[in-house]
């Protein structure tokens, strides 16, 4: 019963600026973090951010860090990633991870 869908991806160019949202169902309150995962097709999945649940910390990888954010709207049970200054290298399909589930993922395309 536990679903994660993920939406926002898309195409744009180098710099611009996309925002994911990953919509839940499903997740019970003993849960320990929420995640963006991303995977370039032959490449392993990486970690791109977390959020801790309970105290709300904020985890990022250094290849995105000060420029992507992850945040929670828990009333819309959606989590976000906000992507700023997008390079050609954030190209991937992008996961959500919650409730050890994952969604099927949303493709982000950065030209140069």
């Known amino acids: 019963q536990v679903q994660l869908v993920e939406s926002g991806g898309g195409l744009v160019q180098s710099g611009g600026s996309l925002r994911l949202s990953c919509v839940t169902s499903g997740f019970t309150y003993d849960y320990y973090a929420i995640a963006w995962f991303r995977q370039v097709p032959g490449k392993q999945r990486e970690g791109v951010s977390c959020?801790?649940?309970?105290?709300?910390?904020?985890y990022y990888a250094a290849s995105v860090e000060g420029r992507f954010t992850i945040s929670r709207d828990n009333a819309k049970n959606t989590v976000y990633l906000q992507m700023n200054s997008l390079k050609p290298e954030d190209t991937a399909v992008y996961y959500c991870n919650g409730m050890q589930s994952w969604g099927q993922g949303t493709q982000v395309t950065v030209s140069s």
């Open positions: 959020l801790s649940v309970g105290d709300e910390k904020t």
